[in-house]
């Protein structure tokens, strides 16, 4: 049985979460609560990134599409890190909870991506409308995933799941995975819930793990 990547693109591939860093940025006061609650876990993901774009105006999406391309740093190491899941043969998927449209315009930079699965918005109205594209299955018990990262896999494969990711979002995949590395909030769960983990600071050090884990 060989193995596939499911990699979160907010504050992995990115080095800080960019929803969190658009919100801060065009929506400060009124997103603020709604964050907390989420990373709280005191409503679901899915509930609190719909509340959060809905601040958000549509005529917004080139400035911010703009503003993730400039400001919004990127994780050292991530085109080595496709190169070396390319040479072992493990295919990489970018599984996300954030928007094509300002995550696409950052990865078309590198290659070596199997598939991105993130959400779309509308932006027909005055303001922007997530439409959740990767709902839970029957399997997922809790539901309100938004992106439902296990299921995701399911569909995908029965390779074993190298799991890469940093926050509330990458929880249930964290549950699932075969190997798992971390980062940030996703290090201190991994840690408190006993969850076998290897943490990491640039993709790097998980391109060098890499070898190693699959070897």
């Known amino acids: 049985m060989g193995y596939i990547i499911a990699c979160d693109f907010d504050g992995t591939v990115t080095a800080a979460d960019t929803i969190v860093a658009i919100m801060q940025k065009f929506a400060p006061d009124k997103s603020e609560p709604i ?18 774009f809905q601040l958000l105006e549509s005529a917004k999406k080139e400035a911010i599409i703009d503003y993730v391309l400039n400001e919004v740093e ?4 991530f085109q080595q890190l496709l190169d070396t899941a390319e040479r072992l043969d ?7 909870g ?19 699965y993130a959400n779309e918005v509308d ?8 439409e ?19 299921s995701i896999v399911r569909q995908l494969s029965n ?25 940030d909030k996703l290090s201190d769960y991994a ?9 990491f600071e640039t993709f790097d050090e998980v391109a060098e793990k890499l070898k190693e884990v699959t070897a």
Not at 191 to 199: L, M
Request: negative net charge; glycine residues 10%; proline residues 5%.
């Open 74 to 77: 990127l994780r050292p190491g």
């Open 35 to 52: 964050l907390k609650k989420v990373l709280a876990q005191q409503i679901s993901v899915q509930e609190g990134v719909t509340d959060l």
């Open 123 to 130: 932006f027909q109205e005055h303001y922007m409308k997530v």
């Open 98 to 116: 954030g928007m094509h449209f300002f995550i696409e315009p950052i990865l078309g930079q590198f290659n070596g991506i199997a598939a991105v």
């Open 90 to 96: 493990i295919p990489f998927y970018i599984i996300s």
């Open 159 to 183: 390779e074993k799941v190298i799991a890469i990711g940093d926050s509330v979002t990458d929880i249930k995949l964290s549950q699932i995975a075969d190997i798992l590395f971390t980062t």
């Open 132 to 150: 959740w594209t990767h709902l839970c299955d029957e399997h997922c018990e809790s539901g309100g995933c938004g992106t439902c990262k296990p």
């Open 191 to 199: 840690y408190e819930q006993g969850i076998q983990h290897i943490p």
